[in-house]
């Protein structure tokens, strides 16, 4: 089984960018799609993003605009790009693989001035 790690959360200002990774520890070219999920404390788990091994993507509403997600299969990684972050992006950033329901263990991203 493939595992995910994330890594490229931190504190940010409001306005500002920041850059999430999701690295697998095997090729990425086999896993069919890889989901971006995030949650706020005391909030359930919602999806952000999905990018097929097709390069097709798909965005919450919320993000839709300001998120960019990419993978580059030679570095077996899967990037969430984060613009105009506000204070309600603040949450746990997970990666997963919805074909074996594979979670990261998460990255914290903090919007706050």
């Known amino acids: 089984q493939v595992q995910l790690v994330e890594s490229g959360g931190g504190l940010v200002q409001p306005g500002g960018s920041l850059r999430l990774s999701c690295v697998a520890s095997?090729?990425?070219?086999?896993?069919?799609?890889i989901d971006w999920y995030r949650q706020a404390p005391g909030k359930q788990r919602n999806f952000v993003a999905l990018?097929?091994?097709?390069?097709?993507?798909n965005y919450a509403a919320s993000v839709k605009g300001r998120f960019t997600i990419s993978r580059d299969n030679a570095k077996n990684t899967v990037y969430l790009q984060m613009n105009d972050l506000k204070p309600e992006d603040t949450a746990a950033y997970y990666c997963?693989?919805?074909?074996?329901?594979?979670w990261g263990q998460g990255t914290q991203v903090t919007v706050s001035s």
């Open positions: 990018i097929t091994m097709n390069g097709a993507t």
């Open positions: 997963r693989d919805p074909g074996t329901d594979y």
């Open positions: 095997g090729s990425i070219r086999s896993i069919y799609r």
